[in-house]
C-alpha cells in the first residue's frame, strides 16, 4: 500500500503563490512517476504537471506553462507543486498522484496513475 499525503493547499490573493507538497510513505519503488491534477466544480479532474524519476522529464498543462513548476525531492520522496501568479481560474481540489514505473507516459491521464492522494483545496480569490 501507499499513502500520498498533501499539504500546502489554503487561500491565497489572485497574484500570490503557493506551494504544495507530497509525500509519498508505505512500500517504496526504484522508480515511479509523479504528476498532479485538479478538479473544478462541475469540471473533470485534469492533469496539472507531471515529473519523471530524475525530475528529467516534465509535463505541464498550457494554462500553468510558465507559472506553475513541478519538483520532487526522492530521498523525501515528495513532490513538489510551486504555483505562482495564481489566478481565480486555478481555484480546484488538488491531487497528487504515483505511478510506479520508469517509463515515461505518452498520455497523461488519470488512467496512468495507481495511487492517488485524498485532495487538498486551493482557492484564489480576486
Known amino acids: 500500500q501507499v499513502q500520498l499525503v498533501e499539504s500546502g493547499g489554503g487561500l491565497v490573493q489572485a497574484g500570490g503563490s503557493l506551494r504544495l507538497s507530497c509525500a509519498a510513505s508505505?512500500?517504496?519503488?526504484?522508480?515511479?512517476?509523479m504528476g498532479w491534477f485538479r478538479q473544478a466544480p462541475g469540471k473533470e479532474r485534469d492533469i496539472v504537471a507531471a515529473?519523471?524519476?530524475?525530475?528529467?522529464?516534465?509535463y505541464y498543462e498550457d494554462s500553468v506553462k510558465g507559472r506553475f513548476t513541478i519538483s520532487r525531492d526522492n530521498a523525501k520522496n515528495t513532490v513538489y507543486l510551486q504555483m505562482s501568479r495564481l489566478k481565480p481560474e486555478d481555484t480546484a481540489v488538488y491531487y497528487c498522484?504515483?505511478?510506479?514505473?520508469?517509463?515515461?507516459?505518452?498520455?497523461?491521464?488519470?488512467?496512468?496513475?495507481?495511487?492517488w492522494s485524498q485532495g487538498t483545496q486551493v482557492t484564489v480569490s480576486s
Open positions: 515529473i519523471s524519476m530524475s525530475g528529467g522529464s516534465t
Open positions: 498522484a504515483l505511478k510506479a514505473t520508469g517509463q515515461w507516459p505518452y498520455r497523461h491521464s488519470e488512467a496512468f496513475y495507481d495511487y
Open positions: 508505505g512500500r517504496t519503488f526504484s522508480r515511479y512517476v
